[in-house]
Each structure stands twice: as structure tokens, then as C-alpha cells.
């Protein structure tokens, strides 16, 4: 068990840039979110993936924000024209499609949008 | 809607004593679940414990366990024996049917330092 990694673990970025981050989850886990946690705060949804479909997106996903799971592996999370609100840690996790399983978090990768 | 409140900003504890860390929630579900997560200062989330809403005991994990008290909505995690690597930040988290995809809803967590 290789853990959920997320890449890069840093990114600084200059404001109107786009960027894009990469989760390899726990690979018998179906389950796949992304979550954004800001300083002084918990974690908070983004949106979520059962396989490769992308079943839920919560309303902090701006139309800026886009997220694939293509095949059901691997995920990326794209933030196009970044603004420097979006600094923030960006989380991964995967888990089992079971109501008791937790979510296994990769070490999340930290934007700062300059 | 569900919401986590955890009450205590910072919390201090010397090494080898106990130490609660509180949690209350909200909910309208019968059906839900409580998980608490450790965060480091490195930033990984380590999950610690969990607590379902028809567990008939309160859950334990080596030094951790929930003190689980359904009536009071409240699920404070208490840390026996607390060491030096305890020292971090503690979330606590609920699930209930209202959560897409079963996704996690976090309090906004308490950092507790363990001093020698």
C-alpha cells in the first residue's frame, strides 16, 4: 500500500496563470475527492469522483476549477486565470465506496498564487 | 444542513497526562458516522478513529478513544498518554446520507501542543 501521493507538493504562481496538480490514489480505493483547506480552517469539499465519473461538485468549485479521472486512476485538478484567493492546500483523498471507510488524504499540494 | 463545531482553539497538555479534545455535531440522520484526523505540521491528514451512529460501545484505538454520547450529540476524542509527536492539529469529521459520494464534513479543528 503506496498511500494516496499527490504532485507537485508546492506551487507558486503568478496571478492569470493556469495550474495543474496530480492524485494517484490507494488503487483498489473507487473513491476519489478533492478537498481545499485554507489557513486556520478544516478541509473543505471540492468535488468527488465514483470510478471516472464525476458525480458531485460542490459550489466552491468555481468555473475556473476542472477536475478529470480519466479510466479511473489517476486524478488532475486544473485552475485556469488564477486568482490569489485560490492560495490555498489542495487535498486528495480516496476511499472504499462503504459507509464506515474513511478517506485515506494524500500530503496535499500547496498553492501560492503571487 | 450538518455542522461540526469544535469548540477549543488550542489546547495544552504535558506529556504522559490525558487529554479531551471536544466535538459536537448536527444532524437530522439517525444514520451517520464520526471520524477524527490528525494533521501534522508537515500537512498530512492521518486518520485516527472512528465512531458510527449505531456502535453500541465507543470506539478505541490504541491510546485514542471516543467518548461517544448520542444524546448530547457529542463525540470528544480522548488521547491517553499523550507523547511529543502528539502535538498537531485534530479534526473531527461527520458523514451522513446528506453527503455526496459519503464525502467528509470537517470542524475546523484544534491544535494541541504537548509540552515536556
Known amino acids: 500500500d503506496t498511500g494516496v501521493s499527490q504532485d507537485p507538493r508546492h506551487k507558486i504562481t503568478k496571478r492569470g496563470q493556469n495550474v495543474t496538480f496530480r492524485c494517484d490514489p490507494i488503487?483498489?480505493?473507487?473513491?476519489l475527492y478533492w478537498y481545499r483547506q485554507t489557513l486556520g480552517q478544516g478541509p473543505e469539499f471540492l468535488t468527488y469522483?465514483?470510478?471516472?465519473?464525476?458525480?458531485?461538485k460542490s459550489r466552491l468549485l468555481s468555473d475556473r476549477f476542472s477536475a478529470e479521472r480519466p479510466k479511473g486512476s489517476f486524478s488532475t485538478l486544473e485552475i485556469q486565470r488564477t486568482e490569489q484567493g485560490d492560495s490555498a492546500m489542495y487535498l486528495c483523498?480516496?476511499?472504499?465506496?462503504?459507509?464506515?471507510?474513511?478517506?485515506?488524504f494524500g500530503n496535499g499540494t500547496r498553492l501560492t498564487v503571487t | 444542513a450538518q455542522k461540526i463545531t469544535q469548540t477549543q482553539p488550542g489546547m495544552f497538555v504535558q506529556e504522559k497526562e490525558a487529554v479531551t479534545l471536544d466535538c459536537t455535531y448536527d444532524?437530522?440522520?439517525?444514520?451517520?458516522?464520526l471520524f477524527w484526523y490528525k494533521q501534522p505540521s508537515s500537512g498530512e491528514m492521518i486518520f485516527l478513529i472512528y465512531?458510527?451512529?449505531?456502535?453500541?460501545q465507543n470506539a478505541t484505538e490504541g491510546r485514542y478513544s471516543l467518548n461517544f454520547q448520542k444524546a448530547r450529540k457529542s463525540a470528544n476524542l480522548v488521547i491517553s498518554a499523550s507523547q511529543l509527536g502528539d502535538s498537531a492539529m485534530y479534526f473531527c469529521?461527520?458523514?451522513?446520507?446528506?453527503?455526496?459520494?459519503?464525502?467528509?464534513?470537517f470542524g475546523k479543528g484544534t491544535s494541541l501542543l504537548v509540552t515536556p
Open positions: 483523498a480516496s476511499s472504499f465506496d462503504t459507509f464506515n471507510s474513511p478517506l485515506h
Open positions: 488503487s483498489e480505493h473507487n473513491r
Open positions: 469522483f465514483q470510478n471516472e465519473a464525476q458525480l458531485e
Open positions: 444532524t437530522s440522520d439517525p444514520s451517520y458516522g
Open positions: 465512531q458510527g451512529s449505531y456502535d453500541q
Open positions: 469529521a461527520m458523514r451522513d446520507n446528506s453527503n455526496s459520494g459519503y464525502a467528509l464534513n
